[in-house]
């Protein structure tokens, strides 16, 4: 009989990982079902379950606070989450519903399914963990007397099969203020840290948090960091920003984020201190785009440059810590691709070899979350392969007329037979094609599955293009291409492939006029790099469009709109054709185009 782990992540960016004998069968972030971005609470995810099972061995729980801080079932008292696998028949259904042995709550690790996640996935057979993220666990401490709070911010972890992750480092803010405390041989009994390990204990904002400050201080939500990172390369050096991260009380030997500069609003996150330097500040009456204003600029280029500093301290502390050459990187500031690509240079006479996890959000956790209750109960040392893609989502087997009532009901003017040759003449011919086929990707590249294609040697191609999904100006666009050329148009910096599109990579001599649709203004390009056997439709694609070009990469970007998920299902596909200039939707493996009504 099969074994079935259901592992849920609750928070922000809620998903759900599924794992058939310690096998992934469904990775889904609940934003996709929901359509509404980063959601939380994965309850239509866990009702999907019942697609592939009737049955769960266990349902494993991952977020930053205790499932008892869930909210309750009316009436029978038993958690939500447990409430609603119970009522879906997928655990078995107690007298007692607080006693659920198939119900695993690991929400105090959170840092650690971030790990377990990175680690299962890399190929390591052991390796160190670096763990840089917003705010973890909620850890509560007793701190000069008081009973205060505190959050994860950073953490390191030796990582070991089956399922040894052992603290050896970890960074906790709170609101304080008071002063810093650092334990060389921190003592602690919380489940899944007992033993000792080092610790810095502050009233600081760490490193991501930090991030998502200047991010909020650009004008979006701290969750939108993407943004900023976008931005950064438009912004110069300037003596009128000081350190982001400095000397911490004067001690020497760790840093932290300056506190004068950036104020923490634990846990939801930081705010840059305007009132107190006078080139941070923005007059009252400002009514325009932040992004123009050159003090935003100037910060995103600050706080790039030195939280990526920053992390990359942590790489080498953890490798010195622990002897460990393999090192995994994830949590929510390892999706920084400019920060990935500068490590591969920094780190190259170093020995180490690094793996970037690239679903490092909090939907990670739920599949970290799976894997180590997998490895723990089976006791199974066998190392895992390494990552080879991310088709997990759900794969729709659609029919003809389905696929036609759906462009109906949205209004498109046709559906009609077509093929890659055609889709290379529309966007040669300056048309966007979305291509929608296959499994959803997990994570939040979009990787040929569910796309927007163009052509990247169109010189105002990226006006275009972020004007028709409603992005500000200064967002670049990834690139799709066949993996044989990659080296001859990319410096992968001794990388063989990249195929989650987690770098972004400078571009050789000579090719950065070539594609200026995709090359952003410091000369970098998102790359993900394409095989027959991961994704042979869109290899195919790609292919044909170097053989009528001599170009062997496609623009890419995800297939949605600003301020939404990507598309999931082919109604939402074509209610988002409707809802924009893009003007046809490619389903290859239906040799099908659908044309909007535009």
Request: charged content about 25%; proline content about 4%; aromatic content about 10%.
């Amino acid at each position: 009989m099969s074994q079935w782990i259901a592992a849920i992540a609750r928070g922000h960016n809620s998903g759900l990982c599924l794992l058939k004998d310690g096998e992934i069968v469904l990775s889904i972030e609940e934003e996709r079902l929901s359509r509404n971005k980063y959601d939380g609470g994965p309850y239509a995810c866990m009702t999907r379950i019942l697609d592939f099972t009737d049955t769960l061995d266990y349902l494993v729980i991952a977020h930053t606070q205790p499932l008892s801080e869930a909210g309750h079932c009316d009436f029978s008292g038993d958690p939500i989450y447990v409430a609603l696998a119970r009522k879906l028949g997928l655990i078995d259904r107690k007298e007692n519903p607080n006693q659920h042995p198939q119900v695993i709550d690991l929400s105090s690790t959170h840092h650690k399914l971030h790990a377990a996640c990175a680690f299962y996935r890399s190929g390591f057979s052991r390796a160190a963990a670096v763990v840089v993220d917003g705010a973890g666990t909620f850890i509560p401490m007793n701190i000069n007397g008081e009973n205060e709070m505190t959050w994860e911010l950073e953490s390191m972890f030796n990582c070991e099969y089956p399922s040894e992750f052992k603290t050896v480092y970890k960074h906790q803010g709170g609101r304080g203020p008071w002063n810093s405390i650092r334990f060389e041989e921190f003592s602690s009994e919380r489940e899944g840290e007992e033993g000792t390990h080092e610790m810095i204990l502050d009233d600081t904002a760490g490193i991501t948090k930090a991030y998502e400050a200047v991010t909020q201080y650009c004008g979006w939500s701290p969750i939108e960091a993407g943004k900023t990172m976008g931005l950064f390369p438009y912004g110069t050096p300037n003596d009128d920003i000081p350190d982001v991260y400095t000397d911490y009380n004067g001690a020497s030997e760790w840093k932290t984020s300056n506190r004068d500069l950036i104020v923490p609003t634990y846990p939801n996150g930081a705010l840059v201190n305007q009132g107190r330097f006078k080139y941070l500040k923005t007059e009252y009456d400002f009514e325009g785009d932040m992004t123009l204003l050159q003090n935003r600029r100037d910060m995103a280029y600050a706080i790039q440059v030195e939280s990526q500093q920053m992390v990359l301290d942590l790489i080498r502390k953890v490798v010195d810590m622990t002897g460990q050459t393999n090192v995994v990187l994830t949590g929510g500031y390892a999706l920084n691709c400019v920060a990935n690509y500068w490590y591969l240079d920094q780190l190259k006479d170093e020995g180490i070899n690094l793996f970037v996890e690239p679903v490092s959000n909090d939907a990670g956790t739920a599949i970290g979350a799976a894997l180590l209750q997998y490895h723990r109960v089976t006791k199974d040392a066998q190392v895992r392969e390494p990552l080879k893609d991310l088709y997990t989502g759900f794969e729709y087997m659609y029919s003809t007329d389905q696929i036609v009532d759906a462009a109906d009901k949205y209004g498109s003017t046709r559906v009609f037979e077509a093929t890659n040759k055609d889709v290379i003449d529309l966007i040669t011919n300056k048309n966007i094609v979305a291509i929608f086929q296959g499994r959803s990707e997990a994570g939040p590249r979009a990787l040929g599955n569910r796309s927007i294609l163009y052509d990247p040697r169109d010189p105002d191609g990226k006006d275009f293009v972020n004007k028709v999904k409603n992005r500000e100006y200064f967002r670049p666009f990834a690139g799709s291409i066949l993996k044989e050329h990659v080296h001859e148009w990319f410096d992968l910096r001794g990388m063989d492939e990249t195929p989650f599109m987690m770098y972004a990579v400078k571009c050789q001599d000579g090719i950065e006029e070539k594609i200026p649709a995709i090359i952003h203004v410091d000369g970098t390009c998102r790359i993900q790099t394409v095989t027959e056997e991961q994704n042979k439709n869109y290899y195919d694609l790609i292919k044909e469009f170097y053989e009528a070009t001599g170009c062997p990469i496609v623009f890419n970007t995800s297939f949605n709109l600003g301020g939404e998920p990507l598309v999931e299902t082919i109604d939402d596909a074509c209610r988002t054709l409707s809802e924009s200039d893009i003007e046809y939707l490619y389903l290859p493996e239906h040799g099908l185009m659908i044309e909007a009504k535009n």
